[in-house]
């Protein structure tokens, strides 16, 4: 029993200090997320006192409604709405306007499910064809491997605004090489035409992270027992055989680490557009990220922003869980 | 045994140390009437304690802008022994979110640039009132004040208005400002007809709003530059109070018509690459005829020893009116004290709001910024300073030009009656989806009074 307590006691000392960092740092801004939800706070008002907290407690322990919303509202700094916040997402368009296709792609829910699917099929198969072929490589191969990583290394703004310069309509390099090699008719405002902007985002994000979803397949691949390739060639099972019966249903675990990493990336997608369309032309390249930033930073609407925010977190958490549950099935199937 | 030992050994020395953390002095009490002090937080620094006042000034790369931020810390620091001034340099964009955070972590600087903010900092309690003599010692005109109180120091006269090539426009026999927009688009045919680049224009950032909104400015409201009047309320007041629309009146649609004429005439393909630094390129390289843009840009002549003759002129009028330079002076838009400088702090912060008028900080200001002065008791300032050919000629013009034509406050009437703020946000959005092809102009308008509302949303 007293040795029990004492490796209790030994866990807490270990632990604490990490649980608390994630209760204070995650589990905390999450919780006061859904609360600024339900508020009208426009991050102008400062925050309140942990005597408004203690006030708000209070009045929730002696069953005094009126007491306990007046400690919320000051520890909040805000007014109370109640739910009016997602009323009014509900018929936000520029969240989601389901008018017609065209507006659904436009709006900022649209346009990041359809980055969100492109990455996460680039990310999960494109991904694993490259490392397939890459695993191939018998020369060179730390150079090969290296040049496709390498980008990953660059820092989030570097790339954007490499791609920024890169598709500026007068100065772009994409541009330039179009008109030397007589080919003017073909130049494009590549980040700010509303055909052409969300194929260079992605093409930006496809540029780089591909190295590194690669990198985790060809991990998984060099896990794969030689003697399974042994046997395959001893059956004369060809490249594409030998694809499909041995590396595939082995790269299972990595295609499910991959789809859900590419697809939190997709979902989360806003540095590469803050720092390259500012979500233009007009609202066209809005994700739900820049949105949620837009609202809080330019529109003053924290309240409003926190709602957007717990619904994407929502979204998320419900799409990531369908995907590993129907990839974990799968990968029991094979 | 021993292990676990150790890890309590750990444990008290942890405890030891932290009970042996210095602690950190109680703030000197608020002044009577001044709102809740905002506490220490992260990031204070070590010189927050000290005799030492932060001052947010966007500096940036602007060189005009360090100079004044030099002379004026030389001023205060001159006139204030032992004491420091410290900049906070943040870009004029990035004040809300710069104000937001520091905020949040209850660390605002002493004395903070208010851009557009002065409402929503003034409306949290965030900035203190300035002394009604602070404005009148100077000869300030008294700016219009907000729920009774003036919180923002003032500059000069900032106006709106569009800088031309006079060269250029010379050209095609134009001499003087275009007496209407009828006139004006007239010239830029010509000027296209002869080969000129006609209009500088450029939509990936904040400038594609600014045909819109200067020509909004200049034809939604009367021409009045006094107070404004009771009796008639401004166009901003009767769209808060749901009595008029975008959509529905029909100045602004012919403003909305106007504009979307002028940027599918002259913008250009590739024009959503262009921002604020390549129409500053082109237009300072002579390669164009017009820029409409604030007078600020006659501060970066000299800088950037442009030799095209630049002059300044009116904004044309969309109704038949007068062509007429917008202002937004009166406004309450400067530097302000906040309640973070608290005790001794909060006079120091005041002799910094004061070192702004010395004589040799006030001509740096309104030559960074190609302002006219406004501030009649600073000795010996008259107007921006300069020798350098395209920057004198174009103040000179700039002055003869405001006092033929005059100013009026188009939306910028006082914080208790201006745009919201975000909404120039939504009209840069507008206009790039403009250059995108949508010309409905019902539409377009209809979206611009849905931005309205959103805005106003915002306390």
């Not at chain 2, 237009?283 to 017009?290: R, V």
Request: net charge positive.
């Amino acid at each position: 029993m007293k040795r029990r307590r004492r490796e209790s006691l030994v866990s807490l000392v270990f632990c604490g200090p990490a649980i608390a960092l994630y209760l204070a740092f995650v589990i905390g801004p999450a919780l006061l997320g859904f609360a600024y939800g339900l508020t009208d706070w426009s991050g102008w008002s400062g925050g309140g006192q942990a005597s408004d907290l203690g006030a708000a407690l209070g009045g929730l322990a002696r069953l005094d409604g009126g007491a306990a919303r007046a400690g919320c509202e000051a520890f909040l700094g805000a007014k109370f709405v109640g739910l009016a916040n997602y009323a009014e997402l509900a018929h936000d368009p520029v969240f989601a306007n389901f008018q017609s296709v065209t507006a659904f792609r436009r709006s900022a829910l649209g346009f990041t499910l359809f980055e969100t699917l492109l990455i996460v099929l680039t990310f999960t198969f494109g991904a694993m064809v490259l490392a397939v072929l890459l695993d191939r490589v018998k020369h060179r191969v730390g150079l090969v491997r290296g040049l496709f990583f390498y980008p990953f290394v660059l820092s989030l703004l570097v790339s954007s605004l490499l791609f920024l310069y890169l598709g500026n309509y007068r100065e772009g390099a994409i541009n330039k090489a179009l008109a030397w090699m007589g080919l003017s008719a073909w130049q494009q405002d590549w980040l700010m035409s509303p055909t052409w902007a969300p194929w260079t985002i992605f093409a930006l994000v496809a540029w780089t992270s591909m190295g590194f979803f690669t990198t985790l397949y060809l991990a998984n691949l060099q896990a794969i027992p030689e003697d399974l390739y042994e046997a395959a060639a001893l059956d004369g099972a060809g490249p594409l055989a030998v694809f499909r019966a041995i590396q595939f249903p082995l790269l299972m675990p990595t295609v499910l680490t991959n789809s859900v990493l590419a697809l939190i990336n997709g979902i989360n997608l806003f540095g590469q557009v803050v720092v390259t369309t500012q979500g233009g032309p007009g609202t066209q390249t809005f994700t739900l990220g820049y949105y949620i930033y837009h609202l809080g930073r330019l529109n003053n609407r924290q309240g409003y922003a926190s709602a957007v925010s717990f619904v994407v977190f929502v979204l998320l958490a419900a799409i990531a869980i369908v995907q590993a549950t129907a990839l974990r099935r799968r990968q029991v199937e094979l | 045994m021993f292990c676990s030992a150790r890890i309590w050994a750990c444990v008290a020395v942890a405890v030891l140390l932290g009970a042996c953390a210095p602690k950190t002095p109680p703030a000197s009490p608020a002044p009577a009437g001044a709102a809740k002090p905002a506490a220490a937080g992260p990031g204070a620094g070590a010189a927050k304690g000290d005799r030492v006042i932060r001052v947010v000034r966007n500096v940036g790369s602007r060189e005009g802008f360090q100079k004044h931020w030099d002379a004026w810390k030389a001023a205060f620091e001159k006139a204030n022994p032992g004491w420091t001034m410290e900049l906070v340099n943040v870009g004029d964009s990035a004040g809300t979110e710069f104000y937001q955070s520091r905020i949040a972590s209850g660390d605002l600087p002493e004395v903070i640039q208010t851009w557009n903010l002065t409402k929503h900092l003034a409306d949290n309690g965030h900035i203190v009132p300035l002394p009604d003599d602070y404005y009148t010692k100077f000869g300030l005109p008294l700016p219009t004040p907000y729920k009774g109180k003036r919180y923002a120091t003032m500059g000069g006269l900032q106006v709106l208005g569009m800088a031309v090539n006079r060269k250029l426009w010379a050209s095609i026999g134009v001499t003087e400002p275009p007496r209407n927009f009828d006139e004006f688009a007239a010239g830029l045919d010509k000027l296209a007809a002869q080969g000129a680049r006609p209009l500088t224009y450029g939509a990936k950032d904040w400038c594609a709003s600014v045909p819109l909104t200067f020509l909004l400015h200049a034809n939604l409201y009367p021409y009045t530059t006094g107070d404004p009047e009771p009796d008639k309320p401004s166009f901003t007041l009767l769209r808060d109070q749901g009595k008029a629309t975008f959509a529905a009146d029909p100045v602004a649609n012919r403003v909305l018509e106007k504009v979307i004429g002028l940027v599918g005439k002259y913008a250009g393909k590739g024009v959503l690459s262009d921002g604020y630094d390549e129409g500053k390129r082109d237009f300072y390289g002579g390669q164009s005829a017009t820029w409409i843009m604030g007078c600020w840009i006659g501060g970066d002549l000299e800088p950037n020893n442009v030799s095209a003759e630049v002059a300044y002129w009116p904004l044309p009028s969309v109704e038949g009116r007068a062509p007429i330079f917008v202002t937004s002076s009166s406004m309450q838009t400067g530097w302000a004290i906040t309640t973070s400088a608290v005790g001794e702090k909060q006079a120091k912060a005041l002799a910094v709001c004061e070192a702004l008028y010395d004589p040799a900080v006030y001509q740096l200001w309104l030559n960074g910024e190609a302002m006219l002065p406004t501030a009649t008791k600073v000795a010996g300032v008259t107007g921006p300073k300069t020798e350098h050919v395209a920057a004198k000629g174009f103040v000179a013009d700039m002055a003869a030009n405001v006092k033929k034509y005059g100013t009026t406050r188009g939306g910028y009437r006082s914080l208790e009656d201006q745009w919201p703020q975000g909404f120039e946000d939504a009209c840069m959005r507008l206009m790039q989806t403009v250059l995108t092809g949508e010309k409905d102009v019902p539409k377009l308008l209809g979206e611009l009074d849905k931005a309205w509302d959103d805005a106003r949303k915002s306390k």
